[in-house]
């Protein structure tokens, strides 16, 4: 498809895809669904992070102004900057009682958000696939399961809200009070690392418009509530991870290190390690980062990139996925080991000079990796 002069291509291209989407008869039906359900169960995925909760919520809280009886139900609990939200004490926490089943049972409708697979819903995953409810899903990565009977999703979208907006553009923009709105802002706010990464769009910055005329927030306070409220414990762990940076293949990739010695040592939570890499990304010359955290079974590694240099290959190269530019992976066994393996793959999925492609460790990366471990080790 040509664009017109003067437009650039993904510019037409976005208008051409605005579209497609207000005609289309999949977001009819999944509004049409909703208009008649009257029990709704709205769930997201382990260890839940701005996107996760936000769509929730703004989900939840729209269609309970709509009259409809919610029941929000995840397994994990919402991290301690997000509790602020409007709703966020009525997110319950799976625990199997009468009540949740009963629920569950007689709902005709489970959302299933940010999240495309059983296994990442954790508990309440069997329960939800075993439903007689329809599953809808809204969310923004790879390659979904199979399970559902409706589907909004699109891997290139910024966030599962960015999504959600386009239901609710469909249905009714007016249902974007303040507490539909704060949230969607904080799921965008913090998918998009705010507002920065490649995944933004002029659509997206439409809806965020809509956001500030129909909900009336206020940017600079939402963003103080999600950032601004760092522990001291956080900070001196952000303090001992940043003294593991190290570079390899000539400065396209920077990793650091979370050990559990560092996490008891500061006594911060793991989920204060949230937002780390990025400080490696911000490295001139960097394309790739990658932060390793040993945990008591193996080494969850985060995948960070810049641009076109996708991750998502490479961490499903070792079970894991995401997106192109932000993907995850455990790797059981050692944090060296981890480590190793990550590192000598490389060369099979980010774009390298030609050097250190033989697949071992560089002898200064084994020697810093060695360090590092006797470090731990005292
Ligand atoms: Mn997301």
Redo the contacts with the bound molecule.
């Keep these: 498809m040509l664009a017109p002069k003067g437009l650039r291509p993904t510019a037409f291209f976005q208008i051409f895809q605005s579209i497609v989407r207000s005609a289309s008869p999949m977001l009819e039906a999944i509004v049409s669904e909703f208009k008649s359900a009257s029990r709704i169960v709205i769930s997201t995925h382990t260890r839940p992070?701005?996107?996760?909760i936000g769509?929730q919520l703004a989900l939840g809280n729209y269609l309970r102004a709509k009259g409809k009886e919610v029941m929000m139900l995840d397994q994990d609990p919402s991290p301690y900057n997000l509790e602020w939200m409007p709703g966020t004490d009525l997110i319950e926490l799976y625990d199997g009682s009468l009540r949740q089943l009963e629920f569950v049972a007689q709902a005709e409708i489970v959302v299933i958000l940010?999240?495309n697979v059983q296994d990442r819903l954790g508990s309440v995953g069997k329960l939800f696939r075993g439903t007689s409810a329809k599953k809808i899903l809204i969310?923004?990565?790879t390659d979904p399961e199979h399970w559902f009977d409706l589907t909004w999703q699109r891997d290139t979208a910024?966030?599962?809200?960015e999504l959600l907006f386009e239901i609710f553009e469909a249905w009714d923009l007016d249902g974007i009070t303040y507490d539909v709105a704060a949230p969607l802002y904080v799921?965008m706010m913090?998918?998009t690392g705010s507002f920065r990464f490649s995944n933004v769009s002029a659509n997206l910055h439409r809806m965020v418009a809509q956001l500030f005329e129909k909900g009336g927030i206020d940017p600079s306070i939402l963003h103080a509530e999600v950032y601004d409220k760092k522990s001291i414990e956080g900070i001196k762990l952000l303090s001992s991870v940043l003294s593991t940076i190290d570079l390899h293949h000539e400065g396209r990739i920077g990793t650091v290190v979370v050990t559990r010695r560092m996490l008891s040592d500061t006594g911060a939570s793991v989920e204060e390690t949230d937002g780390f890499v990025n400080q490696v990304l911000s490295i001139e010359g960097v394309l790739v980062a990658l932060i390793f955290t040993e945990t008591e079974r193996g080494t969850k590694v985060s995948f960070r990139s810049k641009g076109t240099n996708h991750v998502h290959k490479w961490a499903q190269s070792f079970g894991g996925g995401g997106?192109r530019n932000a993907s995850g992976a455990f790797i059981l066994g050692s944090l060296e080991n981890a480590f190793r393996k990550a590192l000598a793959s490389a060369p099979q999925f980010v774009d390298l000079p030609n050097l250190e492609t033989s697949g071992d460790l560089s002898d200064e990366d084994a020697e810093y990796l060695n360090s590092l471990m006797n470090s731990q080790n005292n």
Excluded: N, Q, V
Excluded at 49 to 52: H, L, Q, R, T, Y
Excluded at 158 to 161: D, F, L, P, V
């Design positions: 992070d701005g996107d996760a769509s940010d999240t969310d923004h990565h910024s966030s599962t809200a799921a913090t998918d997106h």
